[in-house]
């Protein structure tokens, strides 16, 4: 009787576990399935995600020695700060030579215009005495046949008026040659005092860009540039990373694209801060190949044996500011990056193009700036009459 009612219980106890491994199955898969229709259908991960963002990359301008280092690894530079100084004896001769050379056109071009100006008071008095002549002769000629003057009067008369015209027309092409110097210009705007200008402005230039400035605000990396190197335009100096402008670029495989677009919402955690710290932003856009197709060797799938292997596309994603103002990130550094695909209402592809710089900085644009006053100043030396350069 003992053992049937053992037998019976452990029935009963087999029953049970069963009935609580059924229900814990079919709860596991309540659980499983809202998971999936709630989050996992709605929401694709991927840990292969890594910042990105400008690294700029300085060079030197001009060729020249390194004299001084003014920004070392990890330092934070302002916009227009200076770098790095090259030696700028050469460039410093450069431009003495060029003003000078300025103050020589400025002076040869006004002399050009002072020529000129003799040449028409030549050309005036030429006129005079020809027409004297021509009255001389004209009076004569009727009274040769006569006999009222004698022939030698009126051959010396006609010699006169054959030598007033030939100074005439010598006086009158030396002018028009001279005109072709300087007409329809200024002593400020003629082509020789132009080229001299140039050639001051390039100068100075060059003698700005010996200081090396940083393009805008970020951190100094990569300083490979040392003290005395003698350094040319293709030798890289030092990097710029501003990293209030920097994007994650997630890369997801082609499986986990069909329902994404520009403008969802992702969130992003990075292994420096963990989960404790939670990123925001958008996708921005999806890029137009895989990694492979830009790697230096893209694969060629038509030749030799092949194994289909999923791809990855790069996917770029904004990092809304205010977290990142809190919690920085730097170039490289690994994310988890989770997209809401739930919101279809954006597009694959940006159709809008770019109608604006994204990018732009003024620093090189400033590098003439005092050039003018320069030049206004040698040409203002060297006009012994103002009025010549407004002539």
């Given at each position: 009787m003992e053992e049937n009612n053992k037998e019976n219980n452990n029935k009963n106890k087999r029953k049970k576990i069963f009935f609580y491994f059924a229900v814990a199955l079919v709860i596991t898969?309540?659980?499983v399935f809202c998971l999936w229709f709630f989050y996992f259908r709605?929401?694709?991960?991927?840990?292969?995600?890594?910042?990105?963002?400008?690294m700029i990359e300085l060079n030197a301008q001009v060729p020249g020695t390194v004299i001084t280092i003014c920004a070392e690894e990890t330092d934070f530079v302002k916009k227009d700060q200076i770098l790095v100084e090259l030696d700028p004896t050469n460039y410093v001769i450069s431009l003495e030579r060029a003003k000078a050379s300025l103050a020589s056109q400025v002076r040869s071009v006004a002399n050009m215009f002072a020529t000129c100006d003799a040449l028409k008071a030549q050309l005036v008095e030429a006129?005079?005495?020809?027409?004297?002549?021509?009255?001389?002769?004209?009076?004569?000629?009727?009274?040769?046949?006569?006999?009222?003057i004698s022939k030698e009067e009126f051959q010396h008369v006609t010699l006169q008026l054959n030598g007033v015209t030939a100074e005439l027309e010598r006086v009158y092409e030396m002018l028009r040659a001279q005109e072709a110097l300087v007409g329809n210009t200024t002593i400020d705007n003629h082509p020789l005092v132009n080229e001299a200008k140039d050639r001051v402005r390039q100068a100075w230039v060059d003698l700005k860009r010996t200081k090396i400035v940083a393009p805008t605000d970020g951190y100094v990396g990569m300083r490979k540039v040392q003290l005395g190197e003698s350094v040319s335009q293709q030798t890289p100096l030092l990097a710029v990373v501003p990293l209030n402008e920097i994007w994650i670029n997630?890369?997801?495989k082609e499986t986990q694209l069909s329902k994404m677009r520009i403008g969802q919402r992702a969130k992003m955690h990075a292994d420096i801060y963990g989960r404790s710290v939670t990123f925001t932003g958008s996708i921005v856009g999806l890029n137009?190949?895989?990694?492979?197709?830009?790697?230096?060797?893209p694969p060629q799938n038509a030749t030799g044996n092949w194994i289909k292997i999923i791809q990855r596309l790069p996917v770029r994603v904004s990092i809304d500011s205010d977290t990142l103002d809190q919690h920085p990130l730097m170039l490289g550094m690994s994310m988890d990056v989770t997209i809401d695909v739930s919101?279809?209402?954006?597009?694959?592809?940006?159709?809008?193009?770019?109608s604006?710089?994204?990018?732009?900085?003024?620093?090189?644009?400033?590098?003439?700036?005092g050039a003018e006053l320069i030049i206004r100043d040698i040409i203002r030396e060297n006009i012994v009459d103002d009025g010549r350069a407004k002539r």
């Open positions: 898969g309540i659980v709605t929401h694709k991960s991927t840990d292969d995600a890594y910042v990105h963002g400008n006129e005079s005495s020809y027409e004297i002549a021509k009255i001389n002769y004209d009076n004569r000629a009727p009274l040769v046949s006569s006999g009222a997630a890369n997801f137009p190949g895989t990694g492979n197709v830009f790697s230096i060797l919101n279809k209402s954006g597009a694959v592809l940006s159709k809008a193009s770019v604006k710089p994204l990018y732009m900085t003024n620093v090189y644009a400033r590098q003439e700036e």
